[in-house]
């Protein structure tokens, strides 16, 4: 029997399945949608099986990367990343299972992975998490942004946020996570996490540092990522490429430097008179990352915080700037992505994608966003939501959700649910609109339903069922109104 | 003293202001945001000055209808249209008040209405409405649509949404009203609205005849066209386009016909295996809106209900009879909107824009969403938004919105107003996007405000401000959070 327990069931009519692959330990998960007319439906999911917070999720890569040799080549210190098997012309089980869940042959995984074009964000020391895939030629993913401030939230209530937005299909979470429990919620959150976890390393760095960005220096930050990776976080955002020649492009900018971690660096550069330590240790980061196999997120430290400033000199030098750094990891066989803005308006939005892939030569691209327009905070899921759906369109692999509280506060436990679902509902437009194929499948099964005055069913295959089935009841409650 | 009584002011440092014409009864309304640093920032804005819904507003337009002889050529079922003037050569003073609403030259409104590719809709019987334009060279516009229906609300209900929905920025508003009051309730909104009012006649005239549409005629559906131009409907949404020959083109899609208007017209057809009835009277039609100014918008019964229909044959087959009509109407002075799609997946949205404007010569395009995925009910604001920027963006003049309830209720008085925003922001995307000159200085204001960390100035430049500093000060609600 295929069914699983699943606690986090969102409506009744689904069910998780799995689908086995090549061996015992190889059953990739599926959201199958049981419909009143006898069919199914089956979706992807990123729900996991379900955690209990004290245990933490079973080690389901565990025996994979021991079997390859990975375990000892870690201790080595040499590299044990997927495109390092992927370049010596091996099909991992990562990439199998990717492969089964994306509904393609193993060696288009292989081959783009190789090429550097996809990414299987997985640490070594994260075995918890069910491999995925972040790639133009694949489905769109969605990352949400989770973590505790010196504000709000403690470390249970991270690891109920990570489980709700995983639950509405978050493909991957970044714990940014600041304040005192810092490592404990960490540890919490990749125990329990299906899957992969990124972090931006600077931001615990500063803490250890009372705060004052002048004084990081480049072993404080380097041990923090080795502490961060050694738990088994699967992708760093590095702000490598915010040189010292970058940051007086963004003077007479209308909003400056906005990213937190492009500001801190271009601090410390401008406090020391030196370039980005990060830079300057670029080699050194690389044997560190391809040792855990934690791919690396090359952050967008001056990308534009209103359209004002978009495509601008200063993002597009720090563009160049991640290009080279792209081709530098890679010689490290350190999976890539590169982050990109922001705040760009829709008539800029296709360029982004386009100088992006030129330069890093089809490295993922990892859009926050973009935001469409700046006047509207409070609906920035939906500003961003408008320009994250061109962007996925025109090739971006994965984007970075927005809540509503962007820009105003801290998101709570409904807002992550919002910011997901309204990224879930941008990426499937965008891959129905590059024409992925089976993309439009749901669609149709959905729209079949509406047609068919079949609500049960159409409640079912929504993105979000018991949203969907609350306004319906709000005007039209009976049973009959449902059937009818 | 410029200054207005505005009961509903959403923020103390909003302050609607005139901007003087050419005559002291032509006063153009601007909203003023006062700033904390001592400048202002002046809004388009269409809430009106403020109704009794006792009283109703005052007939601002009344005297320009007399002085230029409208009055009388109405009364001699002679065309008193913005066309009929515009092609004259004329510069009325509802062009002049657009231009200044729009700061541009009044020549280049006349050019535009006169060519067809503008419309100022503007019944002569509805001298309370504060003139606006439709044309893709001028601001893109958002419809909210209103009305009763046999399940709820009353008519004070709708003229407080018809308030709500202009406070936030509706553009026109439709009301769609069934039921016992929809005379009523028609009066009570026209007799209250500072924008214009469209309908859609059909629904009326078939609830004259019982709800059966084979018992509809041209006679029934003409004397309830001329019974709401009476009472000043702006502009009619007629599905003359739905032609039998079409029909068949629907058969084998996922989702039919799912225009009510369409299937209306559909099951007319078929019923008396004869041509569409509007069709057939078209051009008597034309000759009775001719005489009141009320604008056609050519109904797309045929629209797609689902991505899988998306610019299919039946869609471009009506398409290509609504270019038809258009020429047909443009020959009485008609003043012409065509209206579109619908559901359609991002790729193909520009298709939409592109073959609406060359075969329609450039009569504007209206269209609903176009929701970009079918899979999200409850959030189809979002999903039709992204639709709606990218196709405002292309060239579409107004943006009918949608609620959350889309496919599963009626909107409240709270989903107005998130459709409203909703769409406002879309379609200021698109100006954005389009380079719409002085479009962007709302962004670059609000960004400045937020790069300075003036928080009270961000929220009064906000589209919506009360939710945004409900936003912020649930997380922060200190007075010094907003002005550090």
Chains 1, 2 share one sequence.
């Not at 250890?208 to 502490?227: C, H, M, P, Q, Y």
Request: charge should be negative.
């Amino acid at each position: 029997d295929a069914r699983l327990a699943d606690a986090r069931q969102v409506h009744p009519a689904h069910e998780r399945v799995s689908v086995p692959g090549s061996r015992p330990d190889l059953q990739v998960p599926r959201l199958r949608v049981h419909l009143t007319n006898g069919e199914a439906f089956d979706r992807y999911t990123t729900a996991g099986p379900g955690s209990d917070p004290a245990v933490g999720l079973p080690p389901l890569r565990a025996a994979w990367v021991r079997e390859r040799g990975d375990d000892a080549a870690h201790d080595a210190g040499r590299p044990v990343t997927q495109m390092h098997h992927a370049r010596a012309g091996r099909i991992t089980p990562e990439m199998e299972f990717v492969a089964l869940r994306e509904d393609c042959e193993p060696e288009l995984v292989r081959a783009e992975v190789a090429a550097g074009r996809a990414v299987i964000p997985l640490n070594v020391r994260h075995p918890e998490a069910e491999p995925m895939v972040v790639g133009r030629r694949f489905l769109v993913k969605v990352n949400a942004n989770i973590g505790t401030s010196a504000v709000t939230s403690g470390v249970e209530e991270e690891v109920e946020k990570l489980t709700w937005a995983v639950t509405w299909g978050a493909d991957t979470v970044m714990d940014l996570s600041t304040g005192r429990r810092i490592r404990e919620t960490r540890e919490a959150v990749l125990r329990n996490s299906p899957v992969p976890i990124g972090t931006v390393p600077v931001y615990e760095a500063l803490e250890k540092v009372g705060g004052d960005a002048a004084k990081l220096s480049w072993e404080v930050f380097r041990d923090t990522v080795v502490e961060q990776a050694e738990q088994g976080v699967d992708y760093v955002t590095v702000h490598a490429g915010v040189l010292r020649a970058h940051v007086p492009l963004a003077a007479h900018r209308v909003t400056g430097i906005v990213s937190r971690g492009g500001s801190i660096m271009a601090g410390w550069s401008m406090a020391h008179a030196r370039e980005n330590f990060a830079y300057e240790h670029f080699d050194e980061l690389c044997e560190l990352l391809a040792a855990y196999d934690v791919t690396i997120s090359l952050g967008d430290g001056l990308r534009p915080g209103s359209v004002a400033d978009a495509n601008d000199a200063a993002q597009l030098a720090e563009l160049r700037t991640l290009a080279e750094l792209t081709t530098r990891a890679w010689e490290h066989d350190v999976q890539v992505m590169v982050e990109g803005p922001g705040h760009v308006p829709l008539d800029l939005v296709e360029e982004n994608v386009r100088l992006q892939q030129e330069w890093c030569h089809g490295a993922p691209f990892y859009t926050l966003g973009p935001l469409a327009t700046d006047v509207a905070p409070g609906y920035d899921h939906i500003t961003s939501a408008i320009g994250a759906a061109t962007i996925g369109m025109h090739g971006t692999a994965m984007l970075c959700y927005v809540t509503p509280k962007e820009h105003l506060g801290l998101p709570d436990r409904d807002d992550v649910k919002t910011g997901v679902v309204t990224y879930k509902l941008a990426a499937h437009a965008a891959d129905v609109a590059k024409g992925h194929p089976g993309a439009r499948a749901w669609d149709d099964a959905l729209s079949r339903a509406r047609y068919d005055f079949r609500w049960h069913d159409q409640f079912a295959l929504s993105i979000d069922p018991p949203t969907a089935q609350a306004m319906h009841d709000e005007t039209l409650p009976a049973e009959a109104a449902k059937t009818a």
